[in-house]
């Protein structure tokens, strides 16, 4: 608001160019020379970048391998990768629906070698990857309970989330082999959905080591210079830490009508059941005393951040020791999931 000449309030606005909308413009011409001038100036700032970016790409040292399938030698393999089964009868391929979720190391486990081409700097990450597996799907993605993955009362089962209401299976308590006299009963998954519950089990576990310089390392061993054991894959760091801080909680009271992940036979050996649980050899997916449990661990976690794509990576697990080159890195897999992709490093 201004003032007139007789000192009167007046509502016509400041005589200013930015209140009276004159501010001076400029609008280029987009004529040939200054377009082409224009991207060679930005081709120009972004091409040591790329270059960065392009010499960091160089240095990751990547191996994977395909050990599922009928045929997994037709499959993807890097050089200096190789599978081999642990007996004529045994293979990592689950052609039928009957065959998942076995963990049967005399069916269904296989032998996968890694010859290093190159060294090797620690942290070495372990992923799976997945094909044609669409976590993006729209039913898939809305089949979970994020109240219930937070430990938060549930006043009624969420209608969405699969499994909610009652499901008909056995309940072992954890790693405890089935008694005799176990009945199929009604429970409640906990947690719900078909994200929860279609969980990558699939089990690696680092069987050997070969040192360029002879020496061979078993699952007793350590590593020179430290007391790492050479078997010990480590399983933490590896999701985000917002989302275990906010997203994952443990409920404090079980409840006898719930099946929980680790007492679910699908996963009571990949899912822990308490802070330090101590590892069994052969027969579970934790390597060493675990530091989360339940919906907190971290591979869990993990497996909850659906991927938008088909095709994707997860990290399975972290080697904390530099390997150098020629050093044969043996993992033994114990196939329990159908239609896999591949597994590297």
Same mark, same amino acid.
């Given at each position: 608001?201004?003032?007139?000449?007789?000192?009167?309030?007046?509502?016509?606005?400041?005589?200013?160019?930015?209140?009276?909308?004159?501010?001076?413009?400029?609008?280029?011409?987009?004529?040939?020379?200054?377009?082409?001038?224009?991207?060679?100036?930005?081709?120009?700032?972004?091409?040591?970048?790329?270059?960065?970016?392009?010499?960091?790409?160089?240095?990751?040292?990547?191996?994977?391998?395909?050990?599922?399938?009928?045929?997994?030698?037709? #499959?993807?393999?890097?050089?200096?990768?190789?599978?081999?089964?642990?007996?004529?009868?045994?293979?990592?391929?689950?052609?039928?629906?009957?065959?998942?979720?076995?963990?049967?190391?005399?069916?269904?486990?296989?032998?996968?070698?890694?010859?290093?081409?190159?060294?090797?700097?620690?942290?070495?990450?372990?992923?799976?990857?997945?094909?044609?597996?669409?976590?993006?799907?729209?039913?898939?993605?809305?089949?979970?309970?994020?109240?219930?993955?937070?430990?938060?009362?549930?006043?009624?089962?969420?209608?969405?989330?699969?499994?909610?209401?009652?499901?008909?299976?056995?309940?072992?308590?954890?790693?405890?082999?089935?008694?005799?006299?176990?009945?199929?009963?009604?429970?409640?998954?906990?947690?719900?959905?078909?994200?929860?519950?279609?969980?990558?089990?699939?089990?690696?576990?680092?069987?050997?080591?070969?040192?360029?310089?002879?020496?061979?390392?078993?699952?007793?061993?350590?590593?020179?210079?430290?007391?790492?054991?050479?078997?010990?894959?480590?399983?933490?760091?590896?999701?985000?830490?917002?989302?275990?801080?906010?997203?994952?909680?443990?409920?404090?009271?079980?409840?006898?009508?719930?099946?929980?992940?680790?007492?679910?036979?699908?996963?009571?050996?990949?899912?822990?059941?308490?802070?330090?649980?101590?590892?069994?050899?052969?027969?579970?997916?934790?390597?060493?005393?675990?530091?989360?449990?339940?919906?907190?661990?971290?591979?869990?976690?993990?497996?909850?951040?659906?991927?938008?794509?088909?095709?994707?990576?997860?990290?399975?697990?972290?080697?904390?020791?530099?390997?150098?080159?020629?050093?044969?890195?043996?993992?033994?897999?114990?196939?329990?999931?159908?239609?896999? #992709?591949?597994?590297?490093?």
């Amino acid at each position: 608001m201004s003032t007139n000449k007789d000192g009167e309030p007046s509502r016509r606005p400041d005589d200013t160019p930015f209140k009276q909308q004159k501010l001076k413009a400029w609008q280029p011409i987009l004529t040939p020379a200054w377009v082409i001038g224009t991207y060679f100036l930005v081709g120009l700032i972004f091409v040591p970048i790329g270059v960065v970016l392009y010499q960091q790409n160089l240095d990751v040292v990547e191996m994977a391998i395909q050990y599922d399938g009928l045929d997994s030698s037709s #499959g993807l393999a890097t050089l200096g990768a190789s599978v081999q089964n642990l007996s004529p009868t045994s293979s990592c391929s689950l052609p039928n629906d009957s065959d998942g979720n076995s963990f049967n190391l005399t069916k269904h486990g296989c032998i996968v070698s890694f010859k290093l081409q190159e060294d090797m700097k620690a942290p070495i990450m372990v992923y799976y990857q997945l094909d044609n597996f669409y976590q993006n799907h729209r039913r898939y993605v809305q089949s979970r309970s994020d109240a219930q993955l937070r430990a938060q009362p549930l006043s009624s089962p969420p209608t969405t989330c699969d499994g909610a209401n009652e499901t008909t299976e056995f309940k072992y308590n954890s790693i405890d082999d089935l008694p005799a006299t176990a009945v199929r009963q009604k429970y409640k998954l906990n947690p719900c959905g078909l994200i929860a519950n279609s969980l990558f089990n699939d089990i690696f576990w680092v069987h050997s080591v070969s040192l360029p310089t002879g020496q061979y390392l078993n699952q007793t061993d350590v590593y020179a210079g430290n007391t790492t054991v050479v078997n010990l894959m480590d399983q933490s760091d590896l999701a985000w830490k917002s989302d275990l801080e906010t997203k994952f909680n443990n409920y404090d009271t079980l409840e006898d009508d719930n099946l929980y992940l680790w007492q679910n036979p699908k996963y009571r050996w990949i899912i822990p059941s308490k802070v330090g649980q101590e590892p069994i050899l052969n027969k579970t997916a934790w390597t060493k005393p675990t530091t989360h449990y339940g919906v907190e661990t971290e591979r869990f976690v993990l497996w909850m951040r659906t991927a938008g794509l088909p095709n994707f990576r997860k990290k399975y697990g972290r080697i904390n020791t530099d390997l150098p080159k020629g050093t044969v890195l043996r993992f033994l897999i114990s196939s329990s999931t159908l239609s896999i #992709g591949s597994f590297g490093l």
